[in-house]
């Protein structure tokens, strides 16, 4: 009977009016799922792919024009390639791996655990205190990031331990969890001790399905859901983070990155292959060694960028090309009402649901998609509990865009493994929203203080997606 | 369609290197090398290698079709390979990519018939293939839309004179050949004397990610799933890319070779590296 009431649900809704990009207050009773379409399931649009195989986050776009099948190859090729081996040795000498498909396992996260070790593997970010820029500088002798991977001739310069602590809690019925509170630090430093006060950042690898249409959210879209200071009054504030782009020379909104500090996706491909791949680019022209690298500059000295535009251009055109999984099990009971507690528990005042995307020319595919990602993509204090103490950008040291949850339900499938948070120490998705505090405090607590069969309905809900 | 049987001399332009060390990654017991390629057991069999090839003895009272070997690779483009066994057997191949299955074909070989099947993930459930059939290199027909697991070719026996075999079954004793040859009218039986070996190739086009499964065919006449027999010497079964939806496959590093014959051996192998 129960099934066939949230059936009723849905026929009764799937006509009402919808108000796009509304969520009902945080706490407010829910009583049936709030403008639900028929398409619940294309979580992007037309193109939505329908596979929740290990092969969900890789597939082209469900609506490709068969003409553009071979670019997106090309593309691939490009991803996957593995730049230290190349003849000419065009990737490093300082570098995080060999290429972009050694990390984005499967256009995903990290690869397998069992293939990589009980963790899954970090980069860290680095940055000193400046009194004349809000973000800080470069570490004068690592740079932007700890490269731990170097030559036989130039030393990596480091790598990263982490050690966990348990962290114990019960939810508001007695069930007791355990969180793990992470330590970090630097081992085996190749060129000296790092700078006093330096702040790191610790992340992930993110998924790569649906960049193409995160992109294509028109930034109107984004600055309306903005409320810096928190004017409804609902706990929740949310603000843009500003980044230059390379190209205009201008601030620009940021969308991609666990701050959201690149503006575009072709920045954050060209600074990841400069960052972690050390390969120069028209983008990105200097080399990742610093001045005090002495044998990094050397092997890197007075030479045109590793690669083109075309390149930058192709790997750029395939994360435009990956299709976002479709949901599953969208009218099953549990992760009906899953989806109507995520809604009166808070979640959607940052994890919002829906967006359409602009007019997209190069790739028309793109355009005019109703699209639920379930990212607001605008930074959030998340409080002490996840601050990195790093500012990047217009983000403070305890601000986090909120990441997409589009796909992350098959996290596991592809994946074989699940990591979340910006450092992965969330081994699930209950330990994802327990370590939420700042603005998402809130929905943390009305989450703990959900029943068992909630809280696992709520879980169904975030598995389906 | 000729572009797809060249995967023998093909040099492709990417190289793409994910695969765990081969020395890391299988242990050496029930592992021998030939070719240049680790060829390690899967299930109940003893592998043991020579100049020869790599010989499959199933340890098995009744033969499952789970033994068989592995065959690891580096990223490759290309490869095949010949085996020789007796008796009517079923032999399964899967090939890997990015670590996990993405393609299978099974050959099923009684006393009257081989059938040839595949399975492809391209396109997800919806994928489907096409097979091909050459005789002497030369299409004779073509058949499209096959769904993925479906029979895609039937190799048989015909009682016709001018489509003599070239090569005695594997599922037929000396003296079957002969007893078949006279029923069907062959020209002549010379071609008892002569085992026929199973040539298999697996490829992945460059172009457009396709898969693609390469039989000989002992059999001189092969029916086609829209009802047509034609004289075929080679068949291709050849996944069907649309582009939407379909995964970039790019090369493959892995070929599983399991049977239900009691004994196999690997007499020839080649393979085409995945191109810089």
Known sequence: MKASWWLTALLLTAGAPRQENAAPAPGAAVSEVPGRPDDEALAGGGTTVFDASHNAYGRALGNLAPTRWYQMREGKVLFMRDWAAHEEGLAGPLTNAAGCGSCHFKDGRGRPLPDVGPEAPLLVR????????P??????????????????????????????????????????????QPRYRINQLGYGKLAPGVMLSPRIPSQLFGLGLLAAIPDEAIHALADADDRDGDGVSGRPNRMVSVHSGKAELGRFGWKANQPTLEQQVASAFSEDLGL????????????????????????????????????????????????????????????????????????QREFTTGTVEDVPELSNQRIRPYTDLLLHDMGPELADGRPDGEASGTEWRTPPLWGLGLLETVNRQVRMLHDGRARSFEEA????????????????????????????????? | MR?????????????????????????????????????????????????????????????????????????AAAWTAETQSDGAQRNFFTAYAEDVPVSTSTVNSSRESTSYSATFTGSGDATTYSVLAYYNGRLQAAVGGIRSGDTGAVGMM??????????????????????????????????????????????????????????????????????????????VLQEEISGPSNYPYLNFNRIDVQTTARSTVITGESLVPAGK
Not at chain 1, 283 to 311: D, F, I, W
Request: hydrophobic share 35%; proline share 6%.
């Open chain 1, 280 to 351: 120069t680019s028209p983008l990105y022209p200097e080399s990742n060694c610093t001045a005090k690298q002495e044998g990094c500059m050397t092997r890197v000295a007075a030479k045109a960028p590793a690669l083109s535009r075309h390149v930058l251009e192709r790997t750029t055109l395939y994360l435009r090309l990956i299709g976002v999984p479709a949901r599953r099990d969208v009218l099953e009971p549990t992760v009906m009402k899953g989806q109507v507690l995520f809604q009166q528990a808070g979640c959607a005042a940052c994890h």
């Open chain 2, 3 to 75: 572009s797809s049987r060249r995967v023998g001399t093909a040099l492709w332009a990417a190289v793409f290197s994910l695969a765990l060390p081969l020395s890391q990654a299988h242990a050496a017991e029930n592992c021998v090398e030939f070719q240049g390629l680790q060829h390690c057991g899967l299930g109940a069999v003893k592998v043991s290698g020579s100049e020869k090839g790599v010989r499959i003895d199933s340890q098995e009272k009744e033969p499952s079709g789970k033994g068989g070997v592995a065959i690891h690779t580096p990223p």
């Open chain 1, 135 to 180: 973000a800080g500088h470069h570490e004068p002798v690592y740079g932007v990031q700890l490269n731990d991977r170097g030559t036989a001739d130039v030393p990596a310069e480091g790598t990263v331990q982490v050690t966990y602590t348990d962290v114990k809690g019960t939810y508001a019925d007695g069930t007791p969890y355990t969180l793990r």
């Open chain 1, 126 to 133: 680095l940055s000193v205190p400046a009194k004349d820029a």
């Open chain 2, 158 to 235: 015909l009682p016709n004179p001018g489509w003599t075999p070239n090569c005695r079954p594997r599922t037929q004793t000396y003296a079957q050949c002969e007893s078949a040859c006279y029923a069907n009218g062959y020209s002549n039986c010379n071609y008892c004397n002569t085992p026929c070996s199973l040539t298999v190739g697996f490829a992945s086009a460059q172009l457009s990610s396709a898969c693609l499964w390469q039989y000989t065919v002992a059999e001189p006449g092969v029916r086609l799933p829209n009802g047509q027999t034609v004289r075929a010497d080679q068949i």
């Open chain 1, 433 to 465: 929203i327990l370590w939420h505090g700042g603005e998402g405090a809130r929905a943390r607590e009305r989450f703990k203080a959900l029943s068992k069969a909630e809280r696992e309905a709520l879980v169904a809900f975030l598995r389906s997606l």
